[in-house]
């Protein structure tokens, strides 16, 4: 133990620690929604969509404009919050329909290789808007400070994304198993063919489902905006760590999206203090465990 | 290759020998950037096109070979083509861990993961500044003088580019090269009449690392510097759109698809850099999207043969 507190001094601090604990399941969180996503758009398309990376940096963006562009005014942050994952949907749903739909039961490598080409695009899309520079979004008013936590400050905007977390949670589960539309995409994820022969216009589907997974990655960019630097890299940053979500809690899963990015958030948080300047080699290594032991994930299914 | 392909070679080989004697400078320099991105091309194809695998992060084992020759000659004082040979064996080495769990995968899961590996690369030279020089690069690698000039330079990156291009040729005509090609297009058979699968699929990703390195080695002395840059994602993009430009199932398509990329790359990229990565994404998705029917058909056409059941 002494060796140990020698190693990291802050392992006897309790409160440091429970801090830590905190914002690690709020990076999480954000990681949940960007990769439940990609789970939802694997599962029912078949497409690894790489670009949701990009719609949550998209989502960050439209923060930024929305909060400068929005009257001032005590509801203007939450306005923000619920119009910018809207135009990350409507982003969503114009490539689905002009692009996406065109490559549905292609080679998977020629899929992967168009949603690769999407970053590029919606990348340098974002730079001639928005340009080089970072920008940061103000957090609201009323939870602009911080509460003190066993004496340790911890800023209470934290405490609105850890409340939100169960509950998108809880309502993604509601509208997957409560609702006919959930129950439609769990039907199409098993059997697509099926589902159309039976009247379904899964061509419609498809485009809701993209809308719903891009909304979700917008709202993941909107609510870390005011917790990060707006920046030109976010996109390839979230979806490395998304992608080692999916990985982890297996790609189709959305129990094991919850699970693996409530833990890689605490990973990440952790890994800051462990090795400070490459935490994301410790996120690589437990990926590498993962593929060693189960390749499908925790709680996925095995290919074929 | 029949004898035409060979006398088409030696005229090629001869046009590139006297060309430096009678284009500008600049022209000898962009035939350098040409023949350096063939190579990467190429060694990315031998996986791509033979093998069947996409690898979204190739300009990780790039950059691992620039690095190596740019710290050995920097940082250790090491001759240029010392640190030249060490440059792909150390991009092999990279390559041989991250294939290790790269090669398990297949497909979608496969690329992922190459990506991913791709980016830890990309920060551990991005953050380890103390020895990378972080954002900054190394700078001042340059060749010894003898090497130094333009022409001189063309000759030697010609030289070691085309050994290099032969030697993956032989690769590709060996038994393993067949071998390769047979796990790619139905990697079920291919184990039943014997072949080590992952084992073929490890050798093709550390021998496509290699010479990625050996491309990476040589721009770092045509560049007379090295910057995290070359690991980063959009760099692994640039073979990609290479070989799909040229033909993935032909063994020298790259090489025109490498003079295509460069030269659109010299009008496009240098007038407007900023909209560089937009047209490349925009050509690609375009390549795919609209010519399906293309050389691009021909990689669909094996698509039972690849990962879960193909729907119609």
């Known amino acids: 133990m002494e060796f140990l507190a020698g190693l990291f001094p802050w392992i006897t601090n309790g409160p440091l620690i429970l801090v830590q604990v905190m914002s690690g399941l709020s990076v999480g969180m954000f990681l949940f929604l960007v990769s439940v996503g990609m789970s939802l758009i694997f599962g029912v398309t078949r497409i690894v969509n790489l670009a949701h990376g990009s719609f949550y940096m998209v989502g960050a963006y439209l923060?930024?404009?929305?909060?400068?562009?929005?009257?001032?005014?005590?509801?203007?942050?939450?306005?923000?919050?619920?119009?910018?994952?809207?135009?990350?949907?409507?982003?969503?749903?114009?490539?689905?329909?002009?692009?996406?739909?065109?490559?549905?039961?292609?080679?998977?490598?020629?899929?992967?290789?168009?949603?690769?080409?999407?970053?590029?695009?919606?990348?340098?899309?974002?730079?001639?808007?928005?340009?080089?520079?970072?920008?940061?979004?103000?957090?609201?008013?009323?939870?602009?400070?911080?509460?003190?936590?066993?004496?340790?400050?911890?800023?209470?905007?934290?405490?609105?994304?850890?409340?939100?977390?169960?509950?998108?949670?809880?309502?993604?589960?509601?509208?997957?198993?409560?609702?006919?539309?959930?129950?439609?995409?769990?039907?199409?994820?098993?059997?697509?063919?099926?589902?159309?022969?039976?009247?379904?216009?899964?061509?419609?589907?498809?485009?809701?489902?993209?809308?719903?997974?891009?909304?979700?990655?917008?709202?993941?960019?909107?609510?870390?905006?005011?917790?990060?630097?707006?920046?030109?890299?976010?996109?390839?940053?979230?979806?490395?760590?998304?992608?080692?979500?999916?990985?982890?809690?297996?790609?189709?899963?959305?129990?094991g999206s919850f699970i693996s990015a409530l833990l890689v958030g605490e990973l990440q948080s952790f890994g800051i203090l462990i090795i400070p300047a490459i935490s994301i080699v410790l996120l690589f290594a437990l990926m590498a465990v993962v593929l060693v032991v189960r390749p499908w994930g925790l709680l996925g299914r095995p290919e074929e | 290759m029949t004898p035409v392909a060979w006398r088409w070679l030696v005229a090629l080989l001869i046009v590139l020998l006297l060309l430096p004697l009678v284009i500008p400078a600049f022209f000898v320099l962009l035939l350098i950037e040409i023949a350096i991105l063939a190579l990467f091309a190429t060694a990315f194809n031998l996986l791509m096109g033979f093998g069947g695998m996409v690898s979204f992060g190739h300009a990780a084992y790039f950059a691992l070979g620039a690095y190596t020759a740019a710290l050995l000659v920097k940082k250790a004082g090491v001759a240029m083509l010392l640190a030249l040979a060490a440059a792909p064996l150390v991009a092999a080495a990279g390559a041989l861990f991250f294939g290790v769990f790269i090669v398990r995968l297949t497909a979608t899961y496969f690329a992922m993961l190459s990506l991913a590996c791709g980016q830890i690369v990309f920060t551990i030279i991005f953050k380890w500044t103390s020895l990378t020089g972080g954002d900054n690069g190394l700078l001042n690698v340059w060749p010894p003088p003898l090497l130094k000039a333009p022409a001189a330079y063309y000759y030697f990156t010609l030289a070691v580019v085309g050994l290099s291009i032969l030697a993956l040729h032989a690769i590709v005509q060996s038994p393993f090269g067949y071998a390769l090609k047979a796990v790619r297009e139905n990697p079920r058979r291919a184990r039943f009449i014997g072949v080590n699968v992952r084992r073929h699929q490890l050798i093709a990703f550390v021998l496509s690392g290699f010479f990625s390195g050996l491309a990476g080695g040589l721009f770092a002395f045509f560049n007379g510097s090295v910057f995290p840059d070359f690991a980063y994602f959009n760099k692994s993009f640039e073979p990609l759109v290479v070989v799909l430009l040229g033909g993935m199932q032909s063994f020298f398509g790259p090489l025109a698809g490498a003079l295509g990329f460069k030269v659109l790359e010299t009008f496009i990229a240098r007038q407007w850099p900023i909209y560089w990565p937009l047209f490349l994404g925009i050509v690609v998705i375009a390549v795919v999207v609209l010519l399906p029917r293309g050389f691009v058909g021909l990689l669909e056409a094996r698509t039972w043969r690849i990962g879960p059941a193909r729907r119609k």
């Not at chain 1, 909060?67 to 994952?85: C, D, S, V």
């Not at chain 1, 080089?132 to 509460?147: F, H, I, M, W």
């Not at chain 1, 589907?205 to 630097?229: D, I, K, N, Q, R």
């Open chain 1, 63 to 255: 923060m930024v404009t929305l909060i400068e562009g929005l009257p001032e005014h005590p509801l203007r942050f939450w306005g923000a919050l619920l119009l910018a994952p809207l135009g990350v949907a409507v982003l969503g749903g114009l490539i689905e329909v002009a692009l996406l739909r065109r490559i549905y039961g292609r080679d998977p490598l020629m899929q992967l290789i168009v949603t690769f080409g999407l970053i590029l695009i919606i990348g340098t899309l974002v730079l001639i808007v928005w340009g080089p520079d970072n920008k940061s979004v103000p957090r609201p008013e009323a939870l602009a400070g911080s509460v003190r936590i066993l004496g340790q400050p911890f800023p209470s905007y934290y405490l609105l994304v850890l409340g939100l977390a169960p509950l998108v949670a809880v309502c993604l589960w509601l509208i997957f198993y409560r609702t006919r539309w959930g129950m439609l995409i769990r039907a199409a994820t098993v059997d697509r063919e099926m589902l159309g022969a039976l009247g379904v216009d899964v061509s419609r589907l498809y485009t809701e489902v993209f809308m719903f997974a891009s909304w979700l990655a917008g709202l993941g960019g909107a609510l870390a905006a005011p917790t990060v630097a707006v920046a030109l890299g976010m996109d390839g940053d979230v979806l490395i760590t998304a992608f080692v979500v999916v990985v982890i809690g297996g790609l189709g899963s959305f129990a």
